[in-house]
């Protein structure tokens, strides 16, 4: 690996731990950046997944005020996430990169849409009203079905967890935001424990990102309590259609 794809990969690292810390999405960069520089796509997505852990880890612990306050609600969701995590990562390594990378765009396309639209899907409280949870069975099965994904491919995890914990859970962005990321680092740790065991990692690569994944990460959430929401959504699904188009087009 040259110098040049090392500075690179730190930068997309960079670059892709903040905006994961804001919204979720940044991964489409730090997977985006390493498939461009030629790697299979199972290992750009296996590498990109122990890349991003250090930002999910300082991300968490920026929100800590946070999520102390809502650690009952979070040990379920997180409980959930590591049998959906394990099973999406076993499925991702049943297949080959021909196969996995047919169905990249179409992934890259779905969390996007999701994202867009979130907005729009979550209820609504009525008037005089404070928003409350959904039951509590809906949590924990949209969080199974996201952590399935999320092990399967890491790009758009925290979109489709945002837009996910938009609808099934109280609270405001920031209750959600900081939600997403603690429970990114129990889908993140056990697809990593699968990956390791089945040999599909590329640690030059990994160990390029993970310094800038890891300052990305803390800067994003200084960055998400300043900067305008509706700023860091646009950004967020510019690039997840940019990277969905650029992948039908190689495909």
């Given at each position: 690996?040259t ?11 960079f670059?892709s731990g ?8 940044g991964?489409f960069?730090?997977f985006g950046a ?7 796509p ?8 122990i890349?991003?852990?250090p ?7 920026a929100y ?6 809502m ?16 099973l999406g990562a076993?499925?991702?390594l ?5 196969q996995?990378?047919?169905l990249?765009?179409w992934l890259?396309?779905?969390?996007t849409a999701i994202?867009?639209a ?6 609504k409280?009525?008037p005089?009203?404070e928003p409350?949870?959904?039951?509590p069975?809906?949590?924990?099965i949209?969080?199974?079905?996201t952590?399935?994904y ?11 967890m945002?837009?996910t914990?938009?609808?099934t859970?109280?609270g405001?962005?920031?209750r959600?935001?900081a939600?997403?990321?603690l ?5 993140a740790?056990?697809a ?12 030059p690569g990994a160990?390029a990102?993970i310094?800038g ?5 803390y ?7 300043r ?6 959504r646009g950004i967020?699904?510019a690039?997840g ?11």
């Amino acid at each position: 690996m040259t110098l040049l794809s090392v500075a690179l990969l730190f930068l997309a690292g960079f670059f892709s731990g903040a905006i994961n810390a804001v919204a979720g999405g940044g991964t489409f960069i730090s997977f985006g950046a390493l498939t461009l520089l030629g790697m299979p796509p199972i290992t750009a997505n296996a590498t990109s997944s122990i890349a991003q852990f250090p930002g999910y880890v300082t991300s968490t612990l920026a929100y800590w005020s946070d999520i102390r306050r809502m650690w009952r609600s979070a040990l379920v969701l997180a409980l959930v996430s590591v049998v959906g995590s394990g099973l999406g990562a076993l499925v991702l390594l049943s297949l080959d990169n021909p196969q996995f990378e047919a169905l990249v765009p179409w992934l890259l396309l779905g969390a996007t849409a999701i994202f867009a639209a979130g907005p729009w899907l979550k209820p609504k409280p009525r008037p005089g009203t404070e928003p409350t949870s959904a039951s509590p069975v809906a949590g924990p099965i949209a969080q199974f079905v996201t952590a399935i994904y999320g092990g399967f491919f890491g790009a758009g995890m925290g979109i489709m967890m945002l837009a996910t914990l938009g609808l099934t859970q109280a609270g405001d962005y920031h209750r959600l935001n900081a939600l997403k990321n603690l429970l990114a680092i129990v889908i993140a740790a056990v697809a990593i424990v699968v990956f390791i065991a089945g040999d599909a990692i590329s640690w030059p690569g990994a160990l390029a990102m993970i310094p800038g994944v890891a300052l990305g990460g803390y800067a994003g959430v200084w960055a998400a309590k300043r900067v305008p929401q509706t700023v860091v959504r646009g950004i967020v699904i510019a690039v997840g259609l940019f990277l969905a188009g650029y992948y039908f087009i190689k495909s």
